[in-house]
């Protein structure tokens, strides 16, 4: 294996080595229906494709100690994969996952102050003068 995966058809092989050998759950993994990527790709968050940051998995298992099947989709040109990946590539795409929904959460708590912020600002206008009456409420 090189550089830390290998394509769909890679894949295929170590579930069915995995079959024979413990089951482990394996018996859920769906045989992948889709094309291998075009092209080799280290950092799964990036689309091979139209080169997005922010691919997501889809769907994923373990296939032995070592190995995930993983089930990809690119938000911004609908590209799939699925692919045999390592650990280490596997561990490192989590952590950029995790990254991402960090700085989500960063910027939905940005976006609440700001916005409630506006609304004190309105309030305390509409406040000064005199334009809220308890009749309002
Ligand atoms: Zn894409």
Not at 12 to 38: F, I, L, T, W
Not at 97 to 123: I, P, Q, V
Request: charged share 25%; proline share 6%.
């Amino acid at each position: 294996m090189q550089g830390g995966w290998t394509n769909v058809q890679g894949a295929e092989m170590a579930v069915r080595a995995g079959n024979g050998a413990a089951d482990g759950g394996a018996g859920s993994m769906k045989r992948p229906d889709r094309q291998p990527p075009p092209c080799l790709v280290e950092d799964l968050h990036v689309c091979p494709e139209c080169g997005c940051g922010l691919v997501h998995p889809v769907d994923w298992a373990a296939v032995d100690a070592v190995h995930w099947r993983v089930e990809l989709r690119c938000p911004e040109c609908e590209h799939r994969s699925v692919g045999l990946y390592e650990q280490a590539v596997v561990d490192r795409f989590d952590q950029i996952l995790d990254a991402g929904t960090d700085s989500l959460y960063a910027d939905l708590r940005r976006l609440e102050r700001t916005n409630m912020e506006a609304e004190l600002k309105r309030f305390s206008t509409l406040l000064a003068a005199d334009l809220v009456l308890p009749e309002d409420f």
